[in-house]
């Protein structure tokens, strides 16, 4: 197996991306090869400060960089030497498995939609992100970000996906799957979250167990939540500020120390024909190498190909 690591993106490229591979390949298995998609001889001067051997990657030149203020949907094709656009070409070609980066989110997406494809029958693809219970447990919550605006059979395939997605890389079998909504009454909530319960509520694909309020995230009632991408994305970034005041007042806490996003690394693009992970933009090394081995986790599990069956 191959996965590609986009070296350019991200706030601390290429060093915090370069630390983040050679930690991951420490833990993954040998018939795992890591390619390193940036400027080719950067990253070998990167690699020769760390006293790693050369031959341990595959290294393929893409000196272009796409920003995090270029456009998304221009950005691809004014910039074909990106490493993002060649990534995509690679994962395109099937020359890897999968693809990561914690570069421009947005071209991740259009990348996903245009360059791999949908998945017939997928009406828009999604990101979703990990939501520590205090359980221990983990929950996933979809849509965080690349949908804004949803209709009801947009959130009912949310749920589809986030069950396969749980199932099949977490291991859970008949997921709990709840709605992210104002009250627990099937009739609370406005015109969207109405007609979405229904669907769900009338589907046999899913383990649904009605709504779930916010106060409910993190106590463990749903392995998967789902909102739309604006209201997951308010969810999301609360969180993450949560954690970030705890750590500026000093506080030490071990169930809050697993909103800390490096644990997570990254998440894959639901719903399209190959295996994309998108991390966060500012990930340091312990982040990037949590993002890769949750890409060989993803690639391993088949996740893309259950969900076209699914889907099919």
Request: with cysteine.
């Amino acid at each position: 197996m191959k996965i590609g690591i986009d070296i350019l993106g991200g706030d601390f490229a290429p060093e915090a991306n370069i630390k983040g591979a050679l930690l991951a390949l420490s833990e993954l298995s040998t018939d795992v090869r890591l390619v390193l998609i940036g400027d080719e001889e950067n990253i070998k001067n990167q690699l020769t400060a760390h006293n790693a051997d050369l031959n341990s990657f595959d290294i393929i030149h893409a000196p272009d960089v796409i920003t995090m203020h270029d456009h998304p949907t221009r950005a691809i094709p004014q910039k074909p030497n990106s490493s993002i656009a060649v990534g995509f070409d690679l994962l395109a070609k099937k020359d890897i498995q999968a693809f990561a980066s914690t570069g421009n989110t947005g071209a991740m997406l259009v990348g996903s939609i245009y360059k791999i494809n949908t998945i017939p029958g997928i009406i828009r693809p999604c990101i979703t992100s990990a939501i520590p219970a205090i359980d221990g447990s983990t929950s996933i919550l979809l849509d965080v970000g690349s949908n804004a605006d949803c209709k009801a059979d947009v959130l009912y395939q949310f749920a589809v996906l986030g069950s396969l997605y749980v199932k099949t890389v977490f291991g859970k079998d008949n997921p709990r799957v709840a709605l992210l909504n104002i009250g627990e009454e099937e009739s609370k909530g406005n015109l969207l979250t109405v007609a979405a319960h229904k669907l769900m509520a009338e589907s046999d694909e899913i383990n649904f167990i009605g709504n779930i309020e916010g106060r409910d995230i993190f106590f463990a009632k749903a392995d998967v939540i789902v909102c739309d991408g604006f209201t997951g994305n308010v969810v999301l970034k609360e969180a993450e500020g949560i954690y970030t005041l705890m750590k500026m007042r000093g506080i030490k806490d071990a169930y809050f120390d697993r909103f800390n996003y490096e644990n997570y690394g990254g998440t894959p693009v639901l719903g399209v024909k190959g295996n994309v992970i998108i991390g966060h933009g500012i990930s340091n090394e312990i982040a990037v190498k949590n993002m890769i081995l949750h890409a060989h986790e993803v690639a391993r599990s088949g996740l893309a190909v259950k969900i076209n069956e699914a889907f099919s």
